[in-house]
């Protein structure tokens, strides 16, 4: 396992961005998938996003053109750059992380490693 901590949510208007980064630490084996995951009260968890560690990138057919995964290796923090915000995006956004690959489309399977949460709010 892997320990992640996001930070960068807030609250913002609507077309405005926003950068959500993921802080990862502890010892991760080759291949790697890492993900963000959205939860809006009352839904399930739902995958935004993943990246993995040959770079390819997966993401939710909602947020395609709008948000952007990347990866600093040397920092080891996971980005998910958020753009064109729209209220619906409004959720609490988790970062996670599993061996393996991501599959498209990405879904909570496999995922064993967890942040606690950041909170995005688009008005």
């Known amino acids: 396992h892997v320990q992640l901590v996001e930070s960068g949510g807030g609250s913002v208007q609507a077309a405005g961005s926003l950068r959500l980064s993921c802080a990862a630490s502890g010892h991760t084996n080759l291949p790697y998938c890492m993900g963000w995951f959205q939860r809006v009260p009352g839904k399930e968890r739902e995958g935004v996003a993943g990246?993995?560690?040959?770079?390819?990138?997966t993401y939710a057919d909602f947020v395609k053109g709008r948000f952007t995964v990347s990866k600093d290796n040397e920092k080891n923090i996971l980005y998910l750059q958020m753009d064109n915000l729209k209220p619906e995006d409004s959720a609490m956004y988790y970062c996670?992380?599993?061996?393996?690959?991501?599959?498209?489309?990405?879904?909570?399977?496999?995922?064993?490693?967890w942040g606690q949460g950041t909170q995005v709010t688009v008005s």
């Open positions: 996670a992380a599993k061996s393996g690959y991501c599959y498209s489309p990405i879904r909570e399977t496999g995922f064993d490693s």
């Open positions: 990246l993995d560690s040959d770079g390819t990138t």
